[in-house]
């Protein structure tokens, strides 16, 4: 969901498989087509939404609780449009799009407006195929979606923590 450029990553196995569980009742109470069904599924989705709010302001506050502790800024990726530019199976993209990234950038937003720690959103093409030691810039850093390595320096790290830096 979010990294910092200290390496805090804020994802998880439990958040993924809360999420195909919820899935998988969603679709078993679609299915059943009942009045009861669709109330259920009324109450399943606000459940879900104050699920998905409260994450997200965890995540944003121990956000900002760390730029504001380290005297530093925080950099959000421009993620207009991230829905139509991405090509994967059906199980990627429902957990891609499960989550309310905008959200997540407003309540960040605004908890740092608060806090006086500045938020600048950044385009977030070759991020993560820039090595933050020597600058090169080249598809090939990236050795598959976890993985990035500089053909130039050697330096190895994660990608989403090297997006992070940069």
Partial sequence: IA???DGLTFA????NK?????????KKLQIKDTRSSKRLLRHRRRKESCFSADINHCIAKKI????ERTDRGIAVEKLTGIRDR???????RRSLHSWAFADL????GYKSALAGTPVIAVDPRNTSRTCPV???CEKANRLNR???RCRRCGFTASADLTGAEN
């Fill in 134 to 136: 020597c600058n090169h």
């Fill in 105 to 108: 950038q407003a309540k960040i």
């Fill in 86 to 92: 991405i090509r994967a199976t059906r199980d990627v």
């Fill in 12 to 15: 998880g196995a439990h958040l």
């Fill in 146 to 148: 976890d993985i990035f």
């Fill in 64 to 67: 900002v609780e760390i730029a």
């Fill in 3 to 5: 990294v910092t450029s």
């Fill in 18 to 26: 809360l999420r195909s569980r919820y899935y998988r009742l969603r």
